[in-house]
């Protein structure tokens, strides 16, 4: 058991005797109101059991000769209670709005002294009954295999509700908390290695719901929570036992809202990379801490403004990824912010950047795929406009042949100038393309031999079947017809192509 251990140096009257002298040492109960817990003439220590924590403990100690001539002591012990915090209230989140929780923070693994555990079974479980409105119950002393380990008075045990080693949950009914306080102890394989529930490891906080919902249970401010706490004890037979340790009697009263709730820190290590092919801007960050939240359950939220600030209600969830690809249009520039968000809807600080497109980019038209296919582009063509100056090597397609697999396909690629709408001079031709055999369908990379440079304007990709008379055909996936703003297809060739300009 736990203890309070007294100790003193010997003492003699003023003859310089020894043998006469008493000690005592008594606990105060009231004011001017002791209990007599110890008196001696040749012992010089004491230990007192102690089965209660978070608690003062008042002690008086006197020497006495035996004239009646005496001197005392009067001392505080102050015994620190297993966790640094218990909180008790309504579940504020949306998807658990008719729970009740118990908040619990704690300091080190193990919390609860491991009087039994540390000499033979290496810390591996240890338990937690909590009561509702009452003093824990010192009587249920064991928490047994038979019994679910559960205690064997239920009165006034407040049952409670977790996921376990082997079922996620959401969990059963429950009238202890059987931690596992490492990895290895909740392997599965039977027994509490299957039934309890893994100690968070990597912040000290937890979260613990009720078995009973806003409507089975009426809470008010005069409703409280006190705690016993057990060490696992015992292993045999097909046993395996926890002992109390000790009980907390500290009255956690239910609380009308969420305690006090640190905010998660700004996340760091933002960086941007630009993907001109597909003109998306990718977001990476290091991950962000929180003192009282889990880390690993911290979520993240994006915001891309085209303002200098970022808007409060342009935030936007990008779940637990430390990264994430964002299409970005040209001519905007943009302020680029991430930050992380807790479990409660604390949100940290941004950290933001300013971002802009860079220097000579070339913006691609938007192509949208309407799940059919056309006939050969024999001379059609697609319009496009570039509104910068732009150097192209080459142009991405995605091609399907007309006779699917299994022969080859062959086509090139012109880069043609705009005559009034119209298809006008050759700019470029590119290197031909094959298809193989055993592919239907592709995305051709034309390369032109020398690349081009060309000033802000509308332009033609104009594909072209390969001449030779052994290849088939090759077609454009779209539909014929539509018209866009950033460009359209001509008569006898596929509309909406997916390309891109590769600069």
């Given at each position: 058991?736990?203890?309070?251990?007294?100790?003193?140096?010997?003492?003699?009257?003023?003859?310089?005797?020894?043998?006469?002298?008493?000690?005592?040492?008594?606990?105060?109960?009231?004011?001017?109101?002791?209990?007599?817990?110890?008196?001696?003439?040749?012992?010089?220590?004491?230990?007192?059991?102690?089965?209660?924590?978070?608690?003062?403990?008042?002690?008086?100690?006197?020497?006495?000769?035996?004239?009646?001539?005496?001197?005392?002591?009067?001392?505080?012990?102050?015994?620190?209670?297993?966790?640094?915090?218990?909180?008790?209230?309504?579940?504020?989140?949306?998807?658990?709005?008719?729970?009740?929780?118990?908040?619990?923070?704690?300091?080190?693994?193990?919390?609860?002294?491991?009087?039994?555990?540390?000499?033979?079974?290496?810390?591996?479980?240890?338990?937690?009954?909590?009561?509702?409105?009452?003093?824990?119950?010192?009587?249920?002393?064991?928490?047994?295999?038979?019994?679910?380990?559960?205690?064997?008075?239920?009165?006034?045990?407040?049952?409670?509700?977790?996921?376990?080693?082997?079922?996620?949950?959401?969990?059963?009914?429950?009238?202890?908390?059987?931690?596992?306080?490492?990895?290895?102890?909740?392997?599965?394989?039977?027994?509490?290695?299957?039934?309890?529930?893994?100690?968070?490891?990597?912040?000290?906080?937890?979260?613990?719901?009720?078995?009973?919902?806003?409507?089975?249970?009426?809470?008010?401010?005069?409703?409280?929570?006190?705690?016993?706490?057990?060490?696992?004890?015992?292993?045999?037979?097909?046993?395996?036992?926890?002992?109390?340790?000790?009980?907390?009697?500290?009255?956690?009263?239910?609380?009308?809202?969420?305690?006090?709730?640190?905010?998660?820190?700004?996340?760091?290590?933002?960086?941007?990379?630009?993907?001109?092919?597909?003109?998306?801007?990718?977001?990476?960050?290091?991950?962000?801490?929180?003192?009282d939240s889990i880390d690993s359950g911290l979520t993240y939220q994006i915001n891309l403004s085209t303002s200098t600030e970022l808007g409060s209600d342009a935030w936007i969830s990008n779940g637990i990824a430390l990264?994430?690809?964002?299409?970005?249009?040209?001519?905007?520039?943009?302020?680029?912010?991430?930050?992380?968000?807790?479990?409660?809807?604390?949100?940290?600080?941004?950290?933001?950047?300013?971002?802009?497109?860079?220097?000579?980019?070339?913006?691609?038209?938007?192509?949208?795929?309407?799940?059919?296919?056309?006939?050969?582009?024999?001379?059609?063509?697609?319009?496009?406009?570039?509104?910068?100056?732009?150097?192209?090597?080459?142009?991405?397609?995605?091609?399907?042949?007309?006779?699917?697999?299994?022969?080859?396909?062959?086509?090139?690629?012109?880069?043609?100038a705009d005559n009034s709408d119209a298809i006008g001079d050759l700019l470029a031709t590119s290197d031909e393309i094959r298809i193989e055999a055993g592919i239907s369908e592709q995305e051709n990379q034309y390369t032109?031999?020398?690349?081009?440079?060309?000033?802000?304007?509308?332009?033609?990709?104009?594909?072209?079947?390969?001449?030779?008379?052994?290849?088939?055909?090759?077609?454009?996936?779209?539909?014929?017809g539509d018209n866009y703003a950033d460009g359209y297809w001509s008569t006898n060739a596929g509309a909406d192509a997916y390309f891109r300009l590769r600069r």
């Open positions: 058991t736990m203890s309070i251990d007294f100790s003193w140096d010997q003492s003699s009257d003023v003859r310089g005797a020894t043998s006469t002298v008493i000690y005592r040492l008594e606990e105060k109960l009231a004011v001017d109101s002791y209990n007599a817990l110890f008196d001696s003439t040749s012992v010089f220590y004491h230990s007192i059991p102690l089965r209660e924590v978070a608690k003062t403990y008042d002690y008086r100690f006197s020497v006495r000769d035996e004239e009646g001539l005496q001197s005392v002591t009067e001392s505080a012990v102050a015994v620190p209670g297993f966790l640094d915090a218990l909180h008790f209230y309504r579940d504020p989140r949306s998807a658990f709005s008719t729970q009740y929780l118990l908040d619990l923070s704690y300091g080190n693994i193990p919390f609860v002294s491991p009087i039994y555990s540390s000499s033979s079974y290496e810390n591996s479980w240890q338990a937690i009954v909590f009561y509702l409105n009452g003093a824990p119950n010192s009587g249920n002393f064991t928490l047994a295999t038979a019994n679910s380990h559960w205690p064997e008075n239920n009165m006034g045990v407040l049952p409670i509700r977790y996921d376990t080693c082997i079922d996620p949950g959401p969990g059963t009914t429950q009238f202890s908390l059987k931690l596992a306080l490492s990895s290895a102890s909740c392997s599965g394989g039977g027994g509490l290695s299957s039934d309890s529930w893994l100690l968070p490891q990597e912040d000290p906080t937890f979260y613990l719901p009720l078995a009973s919902s806003t409507a089975d249970l009426s809470l008010s401010s005069n409703d409280y929570v006190t705690a016993a706490f057990y060490d696992f004890s015992y292993a045999g037979g097909g046993a395996q036992n926890f002992s109390l340790v000790a009980v907390d009697e500290t009255h956690h009263y239910f609380e009308s809202g969420v305690p006090v709730k640190n905010s998660p820190v700004a996340p760091s290590g933002l960086t941007m990379s630009f993907d001109e092919d597909y003109s998306r801007l990718d977001l990476s960050w290091a991950a962000s801490t929180d003192p990264s994430t690809s964002s299409a970005v249009v040209y001519g905007n520039s943009y302020t680029v912010g991430v930050r992380a968000m807790d479990e409660f809807g604390n949100t940290s600080g941004p950290a933001s950047q300013a971002w802009s497109f860079p220097a000579g980019y070339s913006p691609l038209p938007a192509q949208v795929e309407h799940g059919f296919w056309v006939g050969r582009a024999t001379g059609g063509g697609q319009r496009i406009l570039l509104s910068a100056t732009s150097t192209i090597s080459g142009v991405n397609m995605w091609i399907k042949k007309d006779e699917g697999s299994y022969c080859c396909s062959a086509s090139y690629l012109e880069l043609r032109f031999p020398a690349s081009v440079e060309l000033g802000p304007g509308y332009y033609w990709l104009v594909p072209w079947n390969s001449e030779d008379s052994n290849l088939n055909g090759n077609v454009v996936r779209g539909s014929e």
